[in-house]
């Protein structure tokens, strides 16, 4: 059986081959083109993520740097190096640097300290007012205008305090800053006869003189000012808040990838919270001569700086404005604080020791409530109707009523429960002390752990210090409305006083963390906390 063949063709055989070439090159052309595509958005892709990770890395260098500007306003940026994100690749780079030009729309309030929006500040070089006043008084230029005062002017130092009208009565301790009649008998703290008209020189007085031609009753000039007809509108704080705007240039980095971002910001810096000082003074004269606080303080060195904690009588408790009248001196003479102070006053140096931030932010006080100390109940004693305590070893709270103008005297004393004093709702503490402690022959105060609450020290908002030259241990959260006098004493946990200190000699204050943390349970402490607001934002800062 024969089969058949067929004999192929080369040409044919050739056309195949030349076909399936050209395919290949196309599928091969196709391919390539592809791939080339691929890459080229696999690379658009990567700079596209290169470039919004750079982008974030400028949000959050932005939030980074209004942060640390409200710890430290004088925060001028990173430097070149930067800082590397926790990825280890992205990065930014901040610079900062105070804009002293720049206008915030506020509504007319002074934006920067020395701007007066209606002029009649004309040389109002600072917050103490060295300008002239209608009063027939000239003022000298430094801190505490010790110029030449005109006839029936008051002369008055940095210490005085009380409202003089011409016929007044002492107040009935010798420590209260009273009022003083014609030719009236002076005690331990009042130097002089003070006649009407007269001049106020004594060390401890701090006050108004009604019957005076010039109302600078302070160191401050709180008075009214006829002269000063445009108010600066100081009460919020908002002429310090706007002086602190801060320009920022901020770059992200990611690898080849780069954005940058520069933004115009408000800082507030506040006062890092009460609830983390050592000290604080929250009233208008403050004399502190030798001794440390150790840790930060802040002290209210202009008027009105403070939201007062005020129980109506009916028990009920809000902030309110304080309604302190003025400011009179803050004086650390060889005394310093071995931390952070914070004040108000950006024209004064307080004290060389440590450093000093002015804030804008409004301090307040601790809120309180004693009421539940007036009771019988596990781990206080109640003493009424006392006022002398000699050789007590107590481990209980000691809780004390006294009357209006009464003087508590402890005499040598071990109170590890801490003391207490309790206080009639309605009280205005601003009025100043209603009672007296007076700490004799080295008192051991606080420290102990089966009192009513835990870490009481001395809990007296209404209350007056007197300590002797023994000194005293004082140990917890104290809260007091005045110190007279303090002598050797050491305050370890807290330390607040309301409206005076008229002399604090070779007393420490030593911050404790535990006592912050874990406050007796009638005391909170509410701090002023900073923020930022962003006025501007611009890409281009080139």
């Known amino acids: 059986m024969r089969i058949a ?23 091969a052309a196709v391919a390539s083109s592809f791939q080339a595509g691929i890459n080229d958005t696999m690379n658009t892709v990567r700079d596209e993520a290169g470039s919004l990770t750079a982008e ?75 300008g002239d006043h209608d009063g027939d008084c000239d003022h000298d230029d430094d801190d505490h205008h010790d110029g030449d005062h005109a006839e029936d002017d008051d002369d008055d130092d940095d210490h005085h305090d009380g409202d003089h009208d011409g016929d007044c009565d002492h107040d009935d301790d010798d420590h209260h800053d009273g009022d003083h009649a014609d030719d009236c008998e002076d005690d331990d703290h009042h130097d002089g006869d003070h006649a009407e008209d007269d001049d106020d020189d004594s060390d401890h007085h701090d006050g108004d003189d009604d019957d005076a031609d010039n109302d600078d009753d302070d160191g401050h000039h709180d008075g009214d000012d006829d002269d000063h007809e445009g108010d600066d509108d100081e009460d919020s704080g908002s002429s310090f808040n706007s002086a602190y705007v801060h320009t920022l240039e901020i770059a992200g980095i990611y690898g080849e990838a780069e954005a940058q971002l520069g933004s115009s910001v408000s800082v507030y810096t ?17 004399q502190m001569q030798g001794g440390l606080i150790q840790g930060d303080a802040i002290v209210t060195d202009l008027p009105d700086r403070a939201e007062d904690w005020v129980i109506d009588t009916d028990g009920q408790g809000s902030f309110h404005t304080s309604s302190s009248n003025g400011v009179g001196s803050i004086n650390f003479n060889g005394a310093g604080v071995d931390g952070t102070l914070y004040r108000y006053n950006e024209a004064n140096n307080l004290q060389s020791l440590g450093k000093e931030v002015v804030i804008g932010d409004k301090a307040k006080t601790p809120a309180f409530s004693l009421d539940g100390f007036a009771n019988e109940g596990s781990g206080k004693t109640l003493f009424q109707n006392t006022t002398s305590m000699q050789g007590l070893y107590l481990e209980d709270t000691a809780v004390v009523e006294l009357q209006p103008g009464q003087h508590l005297v402890v005499d040598g004393c071990t109170l590890n429960g801490g003391l207490v004093v309790l206080l009639p709702n309605g009280t205005d503490l601003r009025q100043g002390p209603r009672n007296t402690i007076e700490l004799l022959n080295n008192n051991t105060i606080g420290g102990g752990q089966s009192g009513a609450e835990q870490n009481i020290g001395i809990l007296a908002p209404g209350c007056t210090l ?48 535990e006592v912050a943390n874990n406050l007796p ?8 906390k900073g923020h930022t607001d962003v006025l501007t934002v611009f890409e281009d800062y080139n």
């Open 5 to 27: 063949s067929h004999k192929h063709n080369s040409s044919q055989q050739g056309a195949i081959l030349i076909l399936v070439i050209l395919i290949t090159s196309l599928l």
């Open 56 to 130: 974030f890395a400028v949000e959050s260098g932005l939030e980074y740097a209004q942060r640390r500007l409200m710890i430290d306003p004088n925060w001028t940026g990173t430097g070149s190096e930067g800082w590397t994100l926790p990825d280890g690749k992205t990065r930014f780079i901040i610079e900062a640097h105070f804009d002293p030009d720049f206008q915030m729309d506020d509504g007319g309030d002074g934006d920067h300290p020395g701007d007066d929006d209606d002029g009649d500040h004309e040389d109002d070089d600072d917050d103490h007012h060295d």
């Open 270 to 286: 506040g006062d890092g919270g009460t609830s983390n000082l050592a000290f604080l003074f929250l009233g208008d004269n403050l």
């Open 466 to 513: 007197i300590v002797d030259s023994q000194g005293a241990n004082i140990q917890g959260f104290t809260y007091l409305n005045q110190i007279d006098l303090a002598q050797q004493t050491t305050f370890e946990g807290q330390l607040v006083v309301l409206n005076r200190i008229l002399s604090m000699t070779n007393c420490n204050v030593i911050y404790d963390q």
């Open 521 to 528: 349970d009638s005391v909170s402490m509410e701090g002023a």
